[in-house]
Antibody, heavy 117, light 108 residues
Framework: QVQLVQSGAEVKKPGASVKVSCKAS????????MHWVRQAPGQRLEWMGW????????KYSQNFQDRVTITRDTSATTAYMELSSLTSEDTAMYYC??????????WGQGTLVTVSS | EIVLTQSPGTLSLSPGERATLSCRAS???????LAWYQQKPGQAPRLLIS???SRATGIADRFSGSGSGTDFTLTISRLEPEDSAVYLC?????????FGGGTKVEIK
């Protein structure tokens, strides 16, 4: 069965960076894209970007263009999302989701990132 | 950018009743690429419906989706206690992908 297992919760100081991983199993990793979506407390889900797992080509939301980097390691069947220059507004649950193009059928369990001084 | 507006904000109904949730798009959603998700507290979203009306694998047939263009509906025909959750719509026709603000369904 398809599983996406994300790395554990993180606490970061303002200005720092965070890197979240998403380990995929149960399917051919390079067949599907991987999206990253976040949900801040009381806010709607916000799409951050995605990566074509076959060729490693990322696409980013304009809202995060300057601060987010999405990569993947095909040998490890793992995708990564790194967000830099963190502020308190980046405190959120971060999800990876397997993409059939833009449709997200399977989701990771989420990684809570807390930004606090 | 397509903006999605969901209504009502909260729906409070009894078990066995019918729930009708609305998702309205600011412009036409191409190819009816509209999905519905269920999200329970502390959990990731779970895909219910894709392409406006196609039920995902393993989803109970009391969940159905309809609509086209700018107006879409999720219907839960006979509410069960486990249907208590937030329901989200998402368009995946055009970048950026956007989600609605959600409808909270409470079971009395």
């Amino acid at each position: 069965q398809v599983q996406l297992v994300q790395s554990g919760a993180e606490v970061k100081k303002p200005g720092a960076s965070v890197k979240v991983s998403c380990k995929a199993s149960g399917y051919t990793f390079t067949t599907y894209a991987m999206h990253w979506v976040r949900q801040a407390p009381g806010q709607r889900l916000e799409w951050m970007g995605w990566i074509d797992a076959a060729n490693g080509d990322p696409k980013y939301s304009q809202n995060f263009q300057d601060r987010v980097t999405i990569t993947r390691d095909t040998s490890a069947t793992t995708a990564y999302m790194e967000l830099s220059s963190l502020t308190s507004e980046d405190t959120a649950m971060y999800y990876c989701a397997r993409g059939e193009q833009w449709l997200m059928r399977y989701w990771g369990q989420g990684t809570l990132v807390t930004v606090s001084s | 950018e397509i903006v999605l507006t969901q209504s009502p904000g909260t729906l409070s109904l009894s078990p066995g009743e019918r729930a009708t949730l609305s998702c309205r798009a600011s412009q036409s959603v191409g190819r009816n690429y509209l999905a519905w998700y269920q999200q329970k507290p502390g959990q990731a979203p779970r895909l219910l419906i894709s392409d406006a009306s196609s039920r995902a694998t393993g989803i109970a047939d009391r969940f159905s989706g309809s609509g086209s263009g700018t107006d879409f509906t999720l219907t839960i025909s006979r509410l069960e206690p486990e249907d208590s959750a937030v329901y989200l719509c998402q368009q995946y026709a055009d970048a950026p992908i956007n989600f609605g603000g959600g409808t909270k369904v409470e079971i009395k």
